[in-house]
């Protein structure tokens, strides 16, 4: 492995979730390296949602360990642990709808405290988003859906964060914004940014992957690089379903 | 006579003190998806807290304002803290209790205190007044309207300029993605029940002066008026909630001017109907919407009922008919009658809210009816008393369910209020349509008891009738829970989706519930009417509803033995220790936000 | 649209439901962009499509959860355009829903009989108050035939619950809310089956199962086919899709891109482009066997 994963931004070790009764983690654990992007595969109740939650400290493990950068998050309040450099763009975006994009970006560097550096920080992402910028005064929930998109990651980046973890950031939007969306996660990650993102589609999200990880019912069912993932025939047996689907 | 240019400026000095209710119980709504029935209890304490500034402290008026905002800013604290933070996983309806307990506890603490006797708050503003036209304005209008317009405009340029107050409105439009932000919702939560507390603790003192009076009842009714405003104008739509205080003032006022004060509850009451009814995301909802999702989910702890062992129970019921033998002690026989006509009250609410979900805040409506359906054909037309007992009930279960029945379209929160309403208009029919209940004298020398032709004046008869009615009525229910329809009302509680998805139409079983029950409460009132005799507009009253309601949990939401037990520990042990009214009222409160927190699925269990 | 092969719902001179144009849109997006939809009778329907393509958003408005802002849905003879959910059931439509939404404090039993509420006895006079009560009535007296009808019932209800061997009989009598995810699913079903609907809805029936779960339930489900119940089914798991359906409908933003075999929908560019991605796993796949020294199965 490089050393990239040596010293992992995020850490999670051998978690066991529960909501009421039910578990939605079996002892789950991976890691992201500094500036890795790295992809969670897995179908609808899988416990991919279930894992940005843990991340995100929304829902706390029965057992294990979540560490960012070292530190135990087990303890942390959200905002602490947002604090410790995460972004966040949540499934279905999220937007705060009858905010304007301004608002929602500033909301975004919520935890922050530099004026001076927010704005310096806004003007960056507005370069790194131009249409974004376009549309500061517009209310939120009167954009499409892929311009929503957009302000979702210039959201999480306001934050400045270490790590963003995205919640299927192409989730309904069409193949073209598809295709804008990767690019820019790949913008972001080149920005020394790393990334951990959950989706459904695996072709696409590993091809801008360093590494992925299949989930299955609360366990990983496979992990490995993206480039062998890619062409593995049993990521089709744990994730799509079975070997006759090609 | 009063000319429309004052009756125009009452409305909207009365809007305006509406308006400081009601947008805290907006943001309130906004940021927790709760109706906050406490709201009124904090201006209470406002009120008297100025009280104390001005009359005690001697303080001028800008300082009274400050101490005023202050105490009731901290109060809001420790309410978000210890009242509702504690519920924020439990069912959505449970914070909603805990407001009621603690509007209970707040305002019986006042009446220690203070006495219940009314207060006269001294004015600390000259009394001048301007003539324009054929009407006048004076100091304390515009004083009360200055104040009105800079706590909205402070407001507005919290939310819209400063970080928390985007943080506000990032939690209020969506909570999840707010944290996820890095937003504290626990410090939101903290601030906007310190600026909701302290808006509505200056609405109290400012009442407190306009009308130079006050006490410590006129919580509640506080609250609803924000509440009605806050629904006009849409739930947790603070602009809106302005807009609705100020059209519920005006036409509260000029209702007033054309039928007299004792209508002036009954306008805002129907307003609310209607609007929860014909437009129940507000009147200023343009867009086709799904109504707010949280605000759904019952107050029904997962738990395994415990099983009572039937010989127990027989061993039980022997027990309770030996009683009057055994025990030569004509006042506890009394409060055991008065527990079985509980029991009867609480059977009904946890049928309608516990096995149904339809939480009932107005279910003492139904014993008015009953009371008065009984009391009044048998005292006017002599008809024996048992046959109006019955048609009491089937008035109540008739009366009820097509009074109620609006309100089955809404869910959560919304029926609450509803229900709420509707008993507040069943109390206010009664008041005015002097014709037929003869108004606030009551009904007076009403026929007592009688079965088979023989009056009961006998304690130990009419503890045995009572007994044996519950007894009856309670098999009745068990039996109609051992049914499909117990399955059925049931599935509506838990997820009324799916059930409608079902074919189960939510008109049909909601109805069937509020009737059978409707039933039992009726007799329950008529039964009340004839032991004492006496009853008037007041003899059930909200708080006998919310008694009901914490019966019910008590005992484990839709538990029939629960309902009895309930009824048996409220009813009985506060009368056997002899604790004092004002007393007991406190007690209440405390049980239901004890409960709500630590013992939700009550001392028998959910079913 | 890629008409790929003929149309069996079109060649059938009533198809059991027929959707046309249907939009329904949220704010600023368009979730359900005018989709047209039939199935015949004894078919199975599929529709796939990448999460947010619309997909359970056109079955909350064929099921009447949700109404159209445009378009018409006949079903069974009979316009349900805007109808609601119980009328949408009583025309004889049952679903399950994707997050599973069982009666949490109803036994499993008590579940499943809440999916034959319709065919009660009790329950059928429709007239305002006189209905109710005499349900009401037949409820509290519960004369012989209503005694008969209930146990007739309780008996189907183990019949129905044995198609999952031994998942749910044993736990007949626990309160759903005890019961895992994956037996959720099958309560739902279990429901939907009672009512004995003409036409069945699944909503990614699959979902949080395992490969085992998943495979005992494609068997099921080809045994609800084989008997000739009509279903629409929402799936992701493409094998289950391409085994047991007679044609498929996939769902992208919001609109229809393809529609055929699945076979011929399998192999389609579009498809692949717009649900398989860039390439697909499928092609990739084709490329050669897994070299993967590096990737690890832990499952």
């Given amino acids: ?246 | ?607 | 649209m890629n008409a790929l092969v003929p149309n069996p719902a079109l060649d059938a001179p009533h198809p059991l439901l027929e959707a046309r144009g249907l939009v329904r849109r949220f704010g600023g997006l368009t979730a359900v962009g005018g989709i047209d939809l039939s199935i015949s009778e004894g078919e199975l329907l599929s529709v796939i499509g990448p999460n947010g393509a619309g997909k359970t958003t056109a079955f909350n408005l064929i099921s009447g959860l949700d109404r159209p802002d445009e378009g018409s849905i006949r079903f069974n003879g009979i316009d349900i355009t805007g109808k609601p959910p119980e009328a949408v059931h009583a025309a004889g439509l049952s679903r399950t829903f994707q997050h599973g939404r069982v009666f949490a404090n109803l036994s499993v039993a008590d579940n499943v009989l809440v999916g034959a509420h319709r065919r009660l006895r009790a329950v059928r006079p429709p007239w305002p108050v006189i209905g109710p009560l005499a349900e009401l009535a037949l409820a509290l007296i519960r004369p012989p035939s209503v005694k008969a009808e209930e146990a007739a019932l309780r008996e189907e209800v183990r019949e129905i619950l044995s198609i999952f061997g031994e998942r749910l009989l044993p736990r007949i009598d626990q309160p759903a809310y005890s019961l895992s995810y994956a037996n959720r699913r099958r309560v739902e079903i279990a429901r939907a089956l009672a009512s004995r609907p003409k036409l069945l809805l699944l909503d990614e029936p699959t979902a949080g199962m395992n490969q085992t779960e998943t495979a005992e339930m494609l068997e099921i489900i080809a045994d609800l086919k084989a008997r000739g119940q009509t279903i629409l089914l929402i799936e992701h798991k493409l094998d289950m899709v391409m085994r047991l359906s007679d044609r498929v409908i996939v769902l992208d933003d919001g609109k229809k891109i393809a529609e055929g075999a699945p076979l011929a929908v399998r192999n389609d560019p579009a498809v692949i482009e717009a649900y398989l991605g860039h390439g697909g796993v499928g092609a990739a796949a084709a490329a050669g066997p897994a070299s993967g020294d590096s990737v690890r199965l832990l499952a």
Wanted: hydrophobic share 50%; net charge neutral; with cysteine.
């Fill in chain 1, 1 to 246: 492995m490089t050393d990239k994963t040596e010293n992992p931004i995020l850490e999670l070790e051998a978690i066991d979730t529960f909501y009421g009764p039910v578990q939605a983690h079996f002892g789950l654990s991976l890691h992201v390296g500094k500036g890795e992007i790295v992809c969670l595969l897995g179908g609808n109740a899988s416990g991919k949602s279930t894992t940005m939650k843990v991340i995100l400290g929304l829902v706390k493990p029965a057992a294990g360990d979540v560490r960012i950068d070292g530190i135990s998050t087990l303890k942390l309040k959200t905002p602490e642990i947002v604090r410790l450099g995460v972004g966040t763009v949540p499934e279905a975006r999220r937007l705060f709808g009858a905010m304007s994009v301004r608002e929602n970006l500033l909301m975004g560097a919520f935890t922050r405290n530099d004026k001076d550096g927010i704005a310096a920080d806004l003007e960056r992402v507005l370069t790194l988003f131009p249409r974004v910028g376009q549309r500061l005064g517009q209310q939120a929930g009167t954009l499409s859906g892929g311009e929503q998109q957009m302000v979702a990651m210039a959201r999480a980046l306001m934050g400045r964060p270490r790590i963003v973890i995205m919640d299927e950031p192409t989730m309904g939007l069409s193949p073209l914004w598809v295709d804008r969306v990767l690019e820019l996660i790949r913008d972001i990650n080149g920005q020394g940014v790393a990334v951990f993102m959950v989706e459904q589609n695996a072709s696409l999200a590993l091809q801008i992957a360093h590494r992925g990880y299949v989930l299955q019912t609360g366990r990983i069912a496979l992990e490995g690089k993206a480039a062998d993932l890619l062409v593995d025939t049993r990521i089709r047996d744990a994730y799509l379903g079975g070997a006759e689907a090609a």
């Fill in chain 2, 1 to 607: 006579m009063t000319s429309w240019f004052d009756h125009t400026i009452n409305g909207l000095i009365i809007g305006n003190i509406y308006a400081l209710l009601a947008v805290g119980l907006a943001l309130i709504f906004g940021v927790s998806r709760l109706i906050n029935f406490a709201h009124g209890s904090v201006y209470v304490v406002g009120a008297y807290v100025g009280w104390v500034a001005v009359s005690v402290l001697e303080t001028p008026f800008p300082v009274t304002l400050l101490i005023v905002v202050a105490f009731t800013g901290l109060l809001g604290i420790v309410i978000e803290r210890f009242g509702i933070r504690p519920l924020a996983d439990a069912p959505r309806i449970a914070p909603l209790l805990a407001t009621i307990g603690l509007s209970f506890v707040l305002d019986q603490t006042v009446q220690i205190l203070f006495s219940p006797d009314p207060r006269a708050v001294p004015m600390q503003v000259p009394n001048w007044r301007i003539n324009i036209g054929g009407g006048s304005i004076g100091v304390l209008d515009l004083l009360i309207g200055g104040i009105g317009i800079t706590a909205a405009t402070a407001l507005f340029a919290f939310l819209k300029l400063t970080k928390w107050g985007w943080a506000v409105r990032a939690t209020a439009l969506d909570r999840d993605a707010a944290r996820a932000m890095g937003v504290d919702v626990d410090q939101v939560n903290r601030i906007v029940f310190a600026i909701a507390s302290a808006l509505g603790g200056v609405g109290g003192v400012l009442v407190g002066m306009y009308y130079n009076v006050i006490t410590p009842t006129m919580g509640f009714e506080a609250t609803l008026k924000g509440i009605v405003s806050e629904v006009v104008g849409g739930v947790g739509n603070v602009p809106g909630a302005i807009v609705g205080s100020l059209l519920l003032g005006l036409v509260e006022s000029y209702g007033v001017a054309l039928l007299g004060t004792s209508y002036r509850n009954l306008f805002a009451f129907v307003l609310l109907i209607a609007i929860l009814v014909l437009r129940p995301n507000g009147l200023f909802a343009s867009r086709r919407q799904l109504p707010p999702e949280p605000m759904t989910g019952t107050f029904v702890a997962p738990s395994k009922p415990v099983n009572l062992p039937v010989p127990l129970v027989a061993a039980a019921a022997a027990v309770a008919i030996a009683l009057p033998l055994l025990i030569d002690s004509g006042y506890l026989i009394q409060t055991l009658t008065n527990a079985w006509l509980y029991a009867l009250l609480g059977l009904s609410l946890t049928l309608v809210a516990g096995t149904s979900g339809q939480v009932s805040l107005g279910h003492a409506a139904l014993l008015a009816i009953g009371g008065y359906t009984s009391a009044l054909l048998a005292s006017n037309l002599g008809w024996p008393v048992w046959l109006t007992l019955l048609i009491g009930g089937f008035a109540a279960a008739g009366i009820g369910t097509l009074l109620v029945s609006p309100a089955f379209r809404l869910r959560g929160h919304y029926v609450s209020i509803a229900t709420l309403g509707i008993g507040e208009i069943v109390a206010l029919v009664i008041l005015n349509w002097e014709s037929v209940t003869r108004g606030p004298i009551g009904v007076a020398g009403i026929p007592p008891l009688s079965l088979f032709g023989y009056d009961l004046y006998d304690t130990n008869a009419i503890y045995w009738f009572a007994f044996a009615l519950m007894a009856l009525l309670a098999l009745l229910q068990l039996r109609l829970l051992s049914s499909h329809l117990g399955r059925t009302l049931r599935a509506v509680r838990d997820d009324d989706i799916a059930a409608r998805s079902f074919g189960i139409g939510l008109n049909r079983y909601k109805g069937l519930a509020f009737a059978f029950g409707g039933f039992f409460a009726g007799i329950s009132g008529a039964f009340t009417a004839h032991m004492y005799s006496f009853i008037n507009h007041e003899t059930f009253n909200t708080q006998i509803s919310v008694l009901a309601l914490t019966i019910a949990i008590l005992g484990g939401m839709g538990n029939v033995g629960g309902a009895i037990l309930g009824a048996v520990a409220l009813i009985g042990l506060p009368e056997i220790f002899r604790v004092a009214a004002e007393y007991r009222i406190l007690l209440y409160g405390i049980a239901l936000l004890l409960l709500v927190r630590f013992r939700p699925q009550g001392l028998l269990g959910t079913v």
